[in-house]
């Protein structure tokens, strides 16, 4: 082996380099095994899976303004009582 040849040295672009195309490697291994993934939702289910819950979380709401409504009406009871009582 001449000289040269061991003190090479990768620069820090030939690392970076090598390292992207590890990663590149890697990702593509992964998307080939996804694309036959029998486990992946169809679209189709993963939509109606989305609906439920947007309905879910709408019901939710819902139920969460009526009771803010309830709270916020006993509080100005509260408060008008409180007036009173102080004689304001």
């Known amino acids: 082996m001449s000289q040269s040849n061991i003190l090479y040295k990768p620069s820090r672009l030939d690392q970076a380099q090598s390292r992207l195309d ?3 490697e890697n990702l593509e291994g992964i998307a080939a095994k996804s ?3 029998p ?3 169809p ?3 993963f939509l ?3 609906e439920k819950e947007n309905d879910l979380l ?3 709401n819902c139920a969460l303004d009526e009771l803010n409504q309830r709270v916020s009406s006993r509080l ?3 408060i008008m009582r409180l007036k009173t009582a102080l004689g304001s």
Do not use: E, G, P, W
Request: net charge negative; glycine share 0%; charged share 35%.
């Open 76 to 78: 100005d009871i509260v």
């Open 35 to 37: 694309d036959n993934s």
């Open 43 to 45: 679209t189709d289910q």
């Open 22 to 24: 590890l990663a590149l």
């Open 48 to 50: 109606l899976d989305l």
């Open 58 to 60: 709408k019901r939710r």
């Open 39 to 41: 486990t992946s939702v």
